[in-house]
């Protein structure tokens, strides 16, 4: 057996605080996808254009230019700790003067801009059709609110260039990070052999296309109307791929949510037309991104959190709240939610409680504070990239109550952050005589992550909830993977709902089952009509496993999908956690050679990206390639810039790997090197101990499983190692009393009943 598990990740390629592109040209297949040239809409929808042209999509991306650079580049010089960049122009161009990717100074000139508002990046021009984003940026906020100067996205940090947080780094690039969502019909081209570019777009920003989509039938529309130009009839019979106007709720939510979501491509070169679920696969409420009630917490881009909203349920979309060309809130203040909410609920939305909002009867803050504002209790706001506060979009009801029991936080102490949590559930027991508390998925998530007892019980609750959102419901389906077989009735349960987002990740979680219950129960998720999200996962479930059961038809209609699955991960490779994903499934697939060395690309790409280096550690030991596994771990274990718990987690496998290898003395200074930098994993003492008994050094082992045992006085594993090793020093009263304590601790073992029974009666006689 190998010395660990291996551990089978799916990998989110996810959208990061601006990054960059390279000096690209018109795709050459974008006119035969329909496309039009830019500019070509204004001369009709001169409106239109006119609102579009100041607007974040507008801003993009542009050449650096006196119109678009809005930094200060006259000779400005930026300091913060090691990090130094001076700023300067040079026969009409940008430049700056800073590290680069040889650790040594450079001058590097300034392609393009990215964005405008509330601050603007710069991107520099590299070989391989690289763009790279400077991860110093300007403020464009005024004076007054703290802008008009340069400031560190990282502040006082330093990444070396070896770094991918390096600007030169590939968290830092363009092409794979950021690009296809600022510019327009955007393709990366990426070759996954010389880890190069040849990127392409059809408009530099985000255009009329990019929302509406290919606008040459629109246009060949328009010149049949030469009469009433600029008065189209909304109908189907216009030409636009998207008309907004048709579209249902739902629908314009999903136009919009390939590029305002965290998740995970499954393409390259993406049209606004296509259904979202065959382009993209959404990422879950993972602790990374979100608080256990669904709060935002990294940066997520708006999607998942609407989609737990009762306002996404309604069918509220975007366009209710925003301009389509300005980008810009349609109301300023609390008018913008008494368009809906008031007394007269419009026709839209019939179900809305009619009622005076706007009342301190409601809101209970004194009129025109902050505290009477609808988004400070409903939409609260996180920072992000130093200067740009975003507002949380699942329009919750304020829930001290679940700060409580999941540690979540809450608008009220967000205001109120000398009070405690007990205090606002007090504030609104005052306020309200039945406040609406009902139950939330937040409890179910929150048990998971904290490893309670009932954690399991409360995700396969949750997956069953019809309820509950289709996007907390995908969470509970991806974490049951972490329960094996046990898990399979709950997962089915996922797998025969209609929503997309949880049949994905139920398909993906059922890789932990039998396979034979992959085979018979994934067909479904294969149908031809599935969105391309939820075939890709069930692909990678049956990866690897024997189809010849199907009849022939079957397993060549297989073969043909993961050959084209195979081959667009192969084109999205552009990072380590899609080279990660490539990986696992060709190690799925029984081609280890190809795994290992594309696990060996993820880390060349990011030495500091552990599940890659995990992955390869186990396939390497499960191929009898044990050196090469310690190699791996032992590279990790010495890494500087890894944090602490993993930096001691490769260590832990490290030590476990030498003692498969039969070097115990070696593994000794590595468990104890785990236990140090990672002390809330009590398997690391626990295998310690048990090494160290193996050695003969009873009392060492004693010491290590005692201090590990004061932190985790309840576990299983220190309470039955104590056992053994007393039971082998034939000392029976403290083994006794140790079996007693993990009676106390797991009622329910009826091994140790079975043990306390034969102790007590061996003490007594």
């Not at 791929?241 to 993406?270: W, Y």
């Not at 406040?435 to 019980?457: K, M, Q, T, V, Y």
């Not at 810039?641 to 593994?667: I, M, Q, T």
């Amino acid at each position: 057996m190998p010395f660990i598990s291996v551990l089978v990740v799916i990998v989110v390629a996810l959208l990061t605080p601006g990054l960059v592109v390279s000096e690209a040209l018109p795709g050459p297949s974008a006119e035969d996808q329909g496309y039009v040239a830019e500019g070509t809409c204004a001369s009709c929808h001169q409106k239109e254009q006119h609102a579009w042209s100041d607007s974040d999509h507008a801003w993009a991306m542009h050449p650096a230019s006196s119109t678009s650079v809005l930094g200060d580049f006259g000779d400005r010089t930026f300091s913060d700790g090691a990090v130094t960049a001076r700023f300067f122009q040079r026969d009409g161009d940008y430049w700056v003067e800073t590290e680069g990717e040889d650790g040594k100074p450079g001058q590097f000139r300034i392609a393009y801009t990215f964005g405008h508002f509330p601050l603007q990046q710069y991107l520099v021009a590299f070989p391989g059709g690289r763009l790279q984003a400077l991860t110093i940026a300007w403020d464009t906020r005024t004076r007054d609110e703290g802008g008009q100067r340069w400031f560190s996205l990282y502040p006082g940090e330093r990444f070396a260039p070896d770094d991918a947080l390096h600007w030169t780094g590939r968290y830092q690039n363009w092409n794979a990070m950021c690009a296809d969502c600022h510019s327009t019909y955007l393709s990366m081209n990426y070759d996954a052999q010389t880890d190069s570019f040849a990127t392409t777009w059809q408009e530099q920003n985000v255009g009329c296309q990019g929302c509406h989509g290919p606008g040459q039938d629109h246009v060949d529309w328009a010149r049949t109307k030469p009469d009433d130009p600029g008065e189209y009839p909304r109908n189907e019979g216009n030409g636009l791929k998207i008309d907004f106007d048709a579209l249902a709720g739902p629908e314009v939510v999903e136009t919009c949510a390939f590029c305002h979501s965290r998740r995970q491509s499954l393409k390259d070169g993406q049209h606004v037309q296509e259904p979202y679920f065959d382009k993209a696969l959404p990422a879950t409420l993972r602790p990374d991104l979100y608080h256990a009630d669904g709060q935002i917490q990294g940066e997520v881009y708006v999607y998942g959190s609407f989609v737990q909203s009762k306002m996404a349920a309604a069918g509220v979309d975007c366009l209710d709240c925003h301009d389509p060309h300005t980008t810009e809130l349609l109301v300023e203040g609390n008018g913008l939610c008494l368009q809906c909410h008031n007394a007269s609920p419009p026709e839209r939305f019939p179900q809305l409680a009619a009622g005076d909002y706007d009342d301190r009867s409601h809101h209970r803050h004194p009129a025109d504070s902050e505290g009477a504002q609808c988004v400070n209790c409903h939409m609260p706001d996180k920072t992000y990239m130093e200067v740009d506060p975003r507002r949380d979009h699942s329009f919750r009801i304020p829930r001290p109550d679940l700060t409580l029991t999941t540690g979540s936080p809450n608008a009220c102490n967000d205001c109120h952050d000398d009070k405690s949590a007990d205090w606002a559930v007090a504030a609104i027991d005052d306020w309200f005589e039945s406040p609406r508390r009902p139950p939330h998925f937040a409890n179910a998530l929150s048990a998971f992550r904290r490893a309670e007892a009932d954690g399991f019980i409360r995700l396969a609750a949750l997956i069953r909830d019809t309820g509950a959102p289709a996007i907390a419901r995908a969470t509970a389906a991806e974490h049951l993977g972490d329960f094996g077989p046990r898990a399979g009735s709950a997962l089915r349960t996922g797998l025969l709902t209609d929503d997309p987002l949880v049949q994905a990740y139920a398909a993906n979680s059922v890789a932990q089952l039998p396979a034979s219950d992959r085979v018979n129960w994934l067909r479904k998720q294969l149908a031809e009509d599935q969105a391309v999200a939820v075939r890709d996962q069930a692909l990678r479930s049956l990866a690897g496993v024997d189809l010849s059961t199907l009849p022939d038809q079957d397993r060549a209609r297989i073969a043909a999908l993961k050959a084209d699955y195979e081959q667009r991960l192969r084109a999205l490779a552009t990072l380590p956690g899609n080279r990660l994903n490539l990986a696992t499934y060709l190690q799925r697939e029984g081609r280890p050679d190809e795994a290992i060395a594309q696990y060996r690309r993820a880390l060349a790409m990011d030495p500091l990206f552990v599940p890659a280096r995990v992955n390869l550690a186990t396939l390497a030991s499960e191929q009898g390639r044990i050196g090469l596994a310690v190699e791996m771990l032992t590279e990790g274990a010495e890494l500087d810039g890894l944090p602490d718990a993993d930096r001691g987690h490769l260590a832990y496998l490290l030590a476990l790997a030498l003692v498969e290898e039969k070097r115990p003395s070696e593994a000794l200074p590595r468990f104890e090197q785990a236990g140090a930098l990672n002390p809330g994993n009590p398997r690391v003492a626990y295998n310690h101990g048990l090494v160290l008994a193996q050695m003969g050094k009873v009392p060492e082992a004693e010491q290590v499983l005692g201090q590990a045992l004061a932190r985790h006085p309840e576990d299983h594993g220190l309470l039955s190692a104590m056992i053994y090793l007393k039971l082998q020093q034939g000392h029976l009263s403290e083994a006794l009393a140790f079996a007693r304590k993990l009676k106390a601790a797991h009622p329910n073992d009826q091994q140790v009943d079975r043990l306390i029974r034969d102790l007590s009666a061996r003490v007594g006689g």
